[in-house]
């Protein structure tokens, strides 16, 4: 398999397949692809991996594509961001936030992430679960804006802002960190407490939220009272 990600604000990833290949994906997510690309629906793994996509933000049926001779599939991003590649490989799983799974070739395995620590999952901002991708191939991830990698050495700690990460390799570590002072807690409108990753690894940090640009808003939609 071969691909390639066009576009900037609004991407689209395109794979070209050879004979027999085969790519996952969720209901809804191929854009477009040639005739001879066959498509079958399932759970995928059984029941216990389907609910664990399903508690991971997915859903709990996939379809898989197979090419029938030499074929083309597009999946395009949801939201005004990025589309990242990633080969997986034993040792070399990554860790997503909530529904960044877009497509992956057919031996990448998605199931559910739980934190270690429960103060991460309760006021973290990615939620007690996120997405862990392991497997062999390579996979597709839509983030939210920009992305920003960093390389974290053993030990090394960046401290993010609700929401912001992204990705992470498995080989990190994600705890919360309370913001200092009650007069930062309740007037610096950051909130009350912050993501803390731990090297080793590398992480990828998205610049646009959905929840923050839903917050912002918000104002300005229609209500009932309107």
Same mark, same amino acid.
């Given at each position: 398999m071969r691909y390639e990600i066009r576009g900037e604000t609004l991407p689209v990833v395109i794979c070209y397949l050879n004979d027999g290949e085969?790519?996952? *994906? %969720? =209901?809804?997510?191929?854009s477009w692809m040639s005739p001879n690309m066959q498509m079958d629906t399932t759970a995928g793994g059984g029941a216990g991996r389907a609910l664990g996509r399903m508690f991971a933000g997915e859903k709990i049926f996939q379809n898989i594509y197979t090419a029938k001779g030499e074929g083309m599939i597009a999946f395009a991003s949801s939201f005004p961001g990025s589309i990242r590649a990633f080969d997986i490989a034993p040792g070399r799983e990554m860790i997503? /936030?909530?529904?960044a799974f @877009?497509?992956? %070739?057919?031996?990448? +395995?998605?199931? &559910?992430?739980? +934190? #270690? #620590?429960? =103060?991460? $999952?309760?006021? =973290? $901002?990615e939620g007690f679960i996120l997405q862990r991708v392991s497997g062999q191939g390579t996979v597709f991830a839509e983030f939210d804006?920009? &992305?920003? %990698?960093? %390389? @974290? /050495?053993s030990g090394q700690q960046i401290i993010?802002? *609700? =929401?912001h990460l992204a990705a992470m390799t498995d080989s990190c570590s994600i705890d919360i960190r309370t913001v200092p002072g009650l007069k930062n807690k309740l007037l610096g409108g950051e909130g009350l407490f912050n993501t803390v990753i731990t090297g080793p $690894? #590398? &992480?990828?940090? /998205? *610049?646009?939220?959905?929840?923050? &640009?839903a917050g912002i808003l918000r104002p300005y939609l229609p209500t009932s009272n309107s």
């Amino acid at each position: 398999m071969r691909y390639e990600i066009r576009g900037e604000t609004l991407p689209v990833v395109i794979c070209y397949l050879n004979d027999g290949e085969k790519m996952i *994906t %969720e =209901g809804g997510a191929m854009s477009w692809m040639s005739p001879n690309m066959q498509m079958d629906t399932t759970a995928g793994g059984g029941a216990g991996r389907a609910l664990g996509r399903m508690f991971a933000g997915e859903k709990i049926f996939q379809n898989i594509y197979t090419a029938k001779g030499e074929g083309m599939i597009a999946f395009a991003s949801s939201f005004p961001g990025s589309i990242r590649a990633f080969d997986i490989a034993p040792g070399r799983e990554m860790i997503f /936030q909530k529904s960044a799974f @877009l497509a992956g %070739e057919a031996g990448v +395995s998605l199931s &559910v992430h739980f +934190s #270690k #620590k429960i =103060g991460a $999952g309760l006021f =973290g $901002g990615e939620g007690f679960i996120l997405q862990r991708v392991s497997g062999q191939g390579t996979v597709f991830a839509e983030f939210d804006g920009h &992305v920003v %990698e960093y %390389e @974290l /050495q053993s030990g090394q700690q960046i401290i993010v802002d *609700t =929401g912001h990460l992204a990705a992470m390799t498995d080989s990190c570590s994600i705890d919360i960190r309370t913001v200092p002072g009650l007069k930062n807690k309740l007037l610096g409108g950051e909130g009350l407490f912050n993501t803390v990753i731990t090297g080793p $690894g #590398k &992480v990828w940090l /998205q *610049t646009m939220p959905i929840p923050n &640009v839903a917050g912002i808003l918000r104002p300005y939609l229609p209500t009932s009272n309107s």
